[in-house]
């Protein structure tokens, strides 16, 4: 499946006293990319609540911290669409510093009904542009 990437860079904000990454960052930071994954196929988050009554939340995560990043870094988040099936994605994601690699992790979202909070079936005509893109 094609990969997207989101650029980022490092500002003091996400760094700790030493200038190095916070670890929940790096979460902040797939998260941007997927939200503009989606936003590249016309699918803003806000729209697809208030009109199709959907949201997706992060259900779970497996990450995996290679080398840290540091304050003004230029990132690169990579964002792979592993599988779409019913209520789930699966995400690979990978963090890169040119090319090497940062921090890499599984990310499975759940896509809910918006009033209820309960699993839904990711709506067709989503379904079918982000299984078209790849």
Same mark, same amino acid.
């Given at each position: 499946?094609?990969? *997207?990437? /989101?650029? #980022?860079?490092? $500002? $003091?904000?996400?760094?700790?006293? +030493? +200038?190095?990454?916070? @670890?929940?960052? $790096? ?9 503009? /994954?989606?936003?590249?196929? %016309? ?8 009109? @199709? ?5 992060? @259900?779970?995560?497996?990450?995996? *911290?290679?080398? !840290? ?16 099936? %019913? ?8 963090? $890169? ?25 990711? !709506? ?5 542009? #982000?299984?078209?893109? @790849?």
């Amino acid at each position: 499946m094609t990969e *997207f990437e /989101w650029p #980022i860079r490092v $500002y $003091y904000e996400d760094t700790d006293s +030493g +200038g190095v990454v916070y @670890h929940s960052n $790096y979460l902040n930071f797939m998260e941007r990319a997927r939200t503009e /994954w989606l936003r590249s196929m %016309g699918f803003e988050q806000d729209v697809l609540i208030a009109e @199709h009554n959907c949201l997706f939340a992060v @259900h779970s995560m497996q990450l995996n *911290f290679k080398r !840290p990043a540091k304050f003004n870094d230029a990132l690169l988040v990579r964002s792979q669409l592993v599988k779409a099936v %019913g209520a789930r994605m699966e995400f690979e994601q990978k963090i $890169y510093r040119d090319t090497e690699l940062l921090c890499e992790a599984i990310v499975k979202i759940a896509c809910l009904d918006a009033i209820r909070f309960r699993p839904m079936v990711i !709506p067709p005509f989503l379904l079918m542009e #982000i299984q078209s893109e @790849h």
